[in-house]
């Protein structure tokens, strides 16, 4: 098991831009699914949204219907950093953003509840 550690996130008006980070450490392989998932207030972060996840190995990607075509996931060369960057933010975006990580050697999009490693969480507030 890795260690997750986020940064990024805050406040901003409709329409803005934010960036999130996510520095993973302790992992011996670099074949892993790494997924943001927005946590819904009051609800779990198992019953949120993987807005977007990217497969470490080979660079695959996935965005979700409600964030498509706003926000970028991406990585670093060296496969340890994991970046979400969040343009035109909407108020509906507002939440609990989660960096999470599953080691495999095959692409899949992941449920939330299938990731064994989790980031510390950061608030996002998109509001007027």
């Known amino acids: 098991r890795g260690r997750l550690v986020q940064s990024g996130g805050g406040s901003v008006q409709p329409g803005g831009s934010l960036p999130l980070s996510c520095l993973a450490s302790g992992y011996t392989t670099d074949s892993r699914s790494m997924g943001w998932i927005r946590r819904a207030p009051g609800k779990e972060r198992e019953l949120g949204e993987v807005?977007?996840?990217?497969?470490?190995?080979?660079?695959?990607?996935y965005y979700s219907k409600s964030v498509e075509g706003r926000f970028t996931v991406s990585q670093d060369n060296g496969k340890n950093m994991v970046f979400l960057q969040m343009n035109n933010l909407q108020p509906e975006d507002s939440g609990v953003y989660y960096c999470?990580?599953?080691?495999?050697?095959?692409?899949?999009?992941?449920?939330?509840?299938?990731?064994?490693?989790w980031g510390q969480g950061t608030q996002v507030t998109v509001s007027s």
């Open positions: 999470a990580a599953v080691t495999g050697e095959r692409w899949t999009v992941r449920a939330p509840i299938e990731y064994d490693d």
């Open positions: 807005v977007a996840a990217i497969f470490t190995a080979t660079g695959s990607y």
